[in-house]
């Protein structure tokens, strides 16, 4: 099953998606619909049938978390490609919800700074409220996947050891294009992740090099905090960031950058320099 947060007349409403045709439901957003609905198979006819995906605009797919929660070296590729030696804990840093934008919306490279960085993620979205939880009950909280970009100010992340400053610039965070339920994919466990920069592959690897996967850090994470529907775990990124090429690579205003995740879906979203001041509107949720 997919779902999604489409925007309407004066905000957004939760909607199924079927093949190409939108199903409204009667929540305003996926995480309002998490948490009404304990059973995610009870919506497999729900909503009334709507417009096509074509007539529809798509927000983040949560637009509004209570928590975004991301991980840091997570890819044995990517921690060896930053020349790190492998972690025995998550490495934890956290997101807010102004940062997020839609699939298809602008990302704003701020004014502030030229390092900004791709870092295509799996994202999931919890379901139901966990703490404490086994790996086999986290699991079983996941209500689905989705996709994500953390993308990165990187030399602002590098001003002091907490990385929170070069990850929630606002209007910087692809999230969706829907959520899909692990059985759809296997529970993400070998999946393609990938990201492009005007077409040309700049991140190829698989969920299944995560050093820490989806129910582990949902179990970890509900060892520190209560765990609710809605919330949001980024969980890494793959080698190939841009940082990290010789020389080092960046995003500049008017490229595209693709983020794609094998049967989840794509985001695609065209760099601009931030709006504030110059007319240009926050196209995120």
């Known amino acids: 099953m997919r779902l999604a947060t489409i925007r309407v007349d004066g905000?957004?409403?939760a909607a199924r998606i079927e093949?190409?045709?939108?199903?409204?439901?009667?929540?305003?957003d996926v995480a309002a619909l998490l948490a009404d609905t304990g059973d995610l198979a009870s919506l497999a006819s729900a909503g009334r049938p709507g417009p096509t995906l074509d007539d529809v605009g798509l927000a983040p797919v949560v637009p509004r978390p209570g928590k975004i929660v991301c991980v840091g070296?997570?890819?044995?590729?990517?921690?060896?490609?930053?020349?790190?030696?492998?972690p025995a804990y998550p490495t934890l840093f956290a997101k807010f919800a102004t940062a997020l934008v839609g699939p298809f919306d602008?990302?704003?490279?701020?004014?502030?700074?030229?390092?900004?960085?791709?870092e295509a993620e799996l994202a999931l979205v919890v379901g139901s409220p966990v703490r404490r939880a086994t790996p086999k009950e986290a699991a079983r909280a996941i209500a689905g996947f989705t996709v994500a970009n953390d993308v990165s100010v990187r030399d602002w992340q590098r001003r002091t050891p907490q990385w929170l400053q070069g990850k929630t610039f606002d209007a910087t965070t692809p999230l969706g294009p829907w959520l899909v339920t692990p059985d759809e994919v296997d529970g993400a466990a070998d999946l393609t992740i990938s990201c492009q920069v005007d077409g040309e592959v700049k991140q190829m690897a698989s969920t299944a090099d995560l050093l820490f996967g989806p129910a582990e850090l949902v179990s970890y994470l509900s060892e520190i905090m209560t765990l609710l529907p809605g919330d949001v775990v980024l969980t890494g990124t793959p080698g190939?960031?841009?940082?990290?090429?010789?020389?080092?690579e960046f995003l500049r205003p008017g490229q595209t950058l693709t983020t794609t995740v094998e049967g989840i879906g794509t985001c695609e979203n065209r760099c601009v320099r931030d709006g504030w001041g110059t007319g240009v509107e926050h196209t995120g949720g």
């Open 19 to 28: 093949g190409d045709r939108v199903h409204v439901l009667p929540h305003p």
């Open 240 to 248: 190939g960031v841009g940082v990290a090429r010789r020389p080092a």
């Open 73 to 86: 070296h997570n890819y044995r590729t990517h921690i060896l490609e930053m020349g790190h030696e492998l």
């Open 11 to 13: 905000g957004t409403r």
């Open 106 to 118: 602008h990302i704003r490279l701020p004014d502030v700074s030229e390092c900004v960085d791709w």
